[in-house]
């Protein structure tokens, strides 16, 4: 068991270098854990941190909480296993609603994101039957103190909370045993509650899976069943001229008197085939193509680890939901056992994580509008471990096609397209016994077909942080960020520098 909670205060100098030439200068007052405990068949990993941001003058002061927890507990031994998990992060939110989890130390933190889940997981053996299932809740919110104006000043409905609910239950048999190819069965349920205008999203469904082995490392696989898919809402409130009644922060208010409104169902078959290739321990590949949502996807994950030093992880997804079930679905897929990756001057919770099972990234963030979507997209990340060095690095696209009601307000996001790409990647290398540096960087392209579109914001920083005493260190540290957005008529770039110290206890 490792845990390491520690104390820091700095003085953060910001300098904004487009389009104005404002100076600002504010206290940071700090306090965190890093924990990490892993036993036989449990695990927990821990990161979080307090902070404040003392102004002067006429800025106000801003508290910020930010990290991320994932954890396992046995309950019963090679059976019942308890997960949770959970996430906090400061963001910034830009005109169209896309939104990144690196905002600029000169800014308040007026956006954050919170998610969370919990559920037990079963894994059982009845004869020669293996027996795995999942029951798993969550919950997502997403809190800004200002409303979001889109291009034509008109405010933008963005995502403010939602509530999951999971359920899956599989029975397989491996191939040879005592069949020769493997046979499995799967029911499903999924259920996403969106507080904004009530929407609902659900997916229900059934089928069964063949595998066969062509190898010993090959096998091709298919399966088929029945699914049922329906996204819903209800409309907005209007006021006596007809139009919708904004609320607070910019968010349509729902009329619960009116009925709810079908916006997508999917009632029929749903198939795939594929292949799997386990040349060894450290390679696998799986690979689908098929139909579900009433068109055709793809989906499959490939993971490589040539040595205890490195790891490459890709996952290719397509699914119906909304903000909240994506970004859950994102932590849940973590291990238990990592160490999150911080900016080095804001001490923001970058989205990206090291691990004994290489690096991982937190989904993209993407765009926050209210709506359900269909969301496809591909997720890599690639961890090196070089003496005292590590490097990770996370890569991806995400491709939203939002889903409203015909008849309600939401039917002018119907339709609608974002798409994000986003780099981010992360270094960090021990000097000595009493020395190290940490360097972070990181690039979002953000594009939608609603009117004024395209946003790119990139950035970088490094630090230097040095011992004092056993428990007592001084740090430094750098950073330039830059965001183009078309949303706005000027681009707006800034640099910060921070000293300080920290106590670890």
């Not at 399966?223 to 009644?245: I, K, Q």
């Not at 968010?251 to 040349?279: H, N, Y």
Request: charge should be negative; avoid cysteine; glycine fraction near 12%.
């Amino acid at each position: 068991m490792r845990i390491a909670p520690y104390i820091e205060v700095s003085q953060v100098l910001s300098a904004e270098l487009s389009p104005g030439d404002d100076l600002v200068t504010f206290t940071q007052i700090a306090a965190g854990v890093d924990l990490n405990r892993q036993g036989r068949s449990s695990g927990a990993s821990v990161s979080v941190r307090y902070e404040r941001n003392i102004g002067y003058g006429d800025r106000v002061d801003t508290d910020t909480i930010s990290g991320i927890a994932r954890g396992s507990l046995s309950v019963i031994p090679r059976t019942i296993t308890f997960e949770a998990g959970a996430l906090a992060s400061r963001t910034r939110i830009d005109g169209g609603g896309a939104v990144s989890a690196n905002p600029l130390a000169s800014e308040d933190a007026s956006s954050q994101i919170y998610s969370l889940f919990a559920g037990p997981t079963l894994t059982a053996q009845v004869g020669d039957v293996g027996v795995t299932g999942l029951a798993r809740i969550g919950y997502n919110r997403f809190e800004t103190g200002n409303a979001v104006l889109d291009a034509q000043g008109s405010p933008i409905d963005i995502f403010d909370d939602s509530t999951s609910y999971t359920g899956q239950i599989k029975a397989a048999t491996r191939a040879g045993q005592p069949l020769p190819v493997g046979l499995a069965a799967t029911a499903g349920f999924y259920q996403e509650d969106i507080s904004n205008l009530d929407q609902r999203v659900r997916d229900v469904f059934v089928r069964g899976d063949v595998t066969i082995p062509l190898s010993p490392t090959f096998a091709v696989m298919g399966g088929a069943g029945y699914e049922d898919v329906e996204v819903s809402s209800r409309d907005a409130l209007r006021d006596v001229n007809g139009d919708p009644v904004v609320g607070t922060g910019g968010r349509l208010v729902t009329d619960s008197s009116e009925p709810r409104r079908i916006a997508f169902e999917v009632d029929g078959l749903l198939w795939d085939v594929g292949v799997m290739w386990r040349p060894s321990s450290r390679t696998s590949l799986s690979a689908s193509v098929g139909e579900r949502y009433g068109s055709t996807t793809y989906y499959g994950n490939f993971s490589y680890a040539p040595d205890r030093r490195s790891a490459l992880n890709i996952s290719v997804y397509d699914a119906v939901s909304g903000f909240g079930g994506q970004l859950g679905n994102s932590l849940a897929g973590l291990s238990s056992d990592f160490s999150a990756v911080r900016n080095p001057v804001t001490g923001d919770f970058t989205g990206l994580v090291t691990g004994a099972d290489g690096s991982s990234l937190v989904n993209s963030l993407g765009s926050v509008r209210s709506a359900a979507f269909r969301g496809q997209g591909v997720n890599a990340s690639y961890q090196r471990r070089i003496g005292r060095l590590t490097a990770a690095i996370g890569a991806g696209y995400d491709r939203r096609e939002f889903i409203g009601a015909e008849g309600t307000v939401l039917e002018i996001a119907d339709g609608i397209v974002d798409e994000t790409y986003y780099l981010n990647g992360g270094v960090s290398r021990q000097l000595g016994e009493r020395a190290s540096i940490a360097a972070s960087a990181y690039i979002n392209w953000f594009d939608t077909n609603a009117g004024a579109s395209g946003a790119t914001g990139f950035g970088a920083a490094a630090a230097y942080n040095r011992r004092i005493t056993d428990r007592l260190s001084a740090r430094a540290a750098i950073a330039v960020d830059y965001l183009d957005s078309e949303f706005t008529a000027e681009d707006f770039a800034v640099a910060t520098a921070l000293l300080g110290l920290r106590y670890d206890f």
